[in-house]
């Protein structure tokens, strides 16, 4: 009995499959801590799929199917036709969206979303296809930040004067990111004003104290010390 055996070096195939296997793996991770998923509707039939990341932001079970006409209604109302359309403006005119809605998980929990979606009709079965974040921890940070910028407006407009934040850069940058309503009292500009256009504010300053006050200011920043 004769046998025939061929042998193969294959080591460069199966580190590359490992390495590529490994690279998955470690996008799948960074996807779930960024709470970043995907999307994809295959053409025409407009079979939807989830990535698992996106399964587990919507808190569906693993074999869920999320066809269109169910999973729009776990967006709240004010935004389903607004997904609807966006959808709709991808598939036929491919026109990209970039939405932020708000969601009603399977197990009751409210939930912001930033939904992104283009059209490549250029792949061997046209799709569309997009990401799904989870930006519920954004929100409640801007809803904080919106709440304290109240309180302090509040507090400072009983504070004779006015209050504001100057900010001075390295490259000789500055700009005032917070004034408060008193500053048109003083300078006659509103703190919008200022915000959009620093200089304004040093234009209300009689020229020959111009360049000391702005130098002690400088000064102030570079050195901690008060002004």
């Known amino acids: 009995t004769n046998y025939i055996a061929v042998e193969r070096n294959i080591s460069a195939r199966k580190q590359a499959e490992d390495e590529l296997k490994a690279a998955k793996e470690s996008l799948l991770q960074t996807s779930e801590v960024a709470l970043v998923g995907g999307w994809e509707m295959k053409l025409p039939e407009r079979k939807l799929e989830w990535t698992d990341v996106t399964k587990s932001i919507f808190e569906v079970e693993e074999d869920f199917t999320p066809a269109l006409h169910k999973s729009i209604n776990f967006y709240l109302e004010p935004y389903r036709n607004t997904v609807l359309e966006a959808v709709e403006n991808c598939i036929l005119y491919a026109k990209k969206f970039d939405l932020e809605v708000e969601i009603l998980t399977v197990k009751g929990k409210h939930k912001w979303l930033r939904l992104i979606g283009k059209l490549d009709s250029f792949a061997d079965q046209p ?101």
């Open 127 to 227: 799709k569309a296809y997009g990401v799904v974040q989870d930006i519920t921890h954004v929100k409640i940070a801007e809803e904080a930040a919106h709440k304290s910028s109240q309180l302090l407006q509040k507090l400072s407009s009983q504070v004779p004067g006015s209050l504001y934040l100057y900010k001075y850069s390295n490259s000789g940058k500055y700009e005032f990111p917070y004034v408060t309503a008193g500053i048109t009292d003083l300078y006659e500009v509103t703190p919008e004003e200022i915000v959009a256009n620093p200089s304004i504010i040093f234009s209300r300053i009689i020229p020959e104290d111009q360049e000391r006050i702005i130098q002690s200011m400088k000064l102030s920043a570079e050195t901690f010390s008060p002004w």
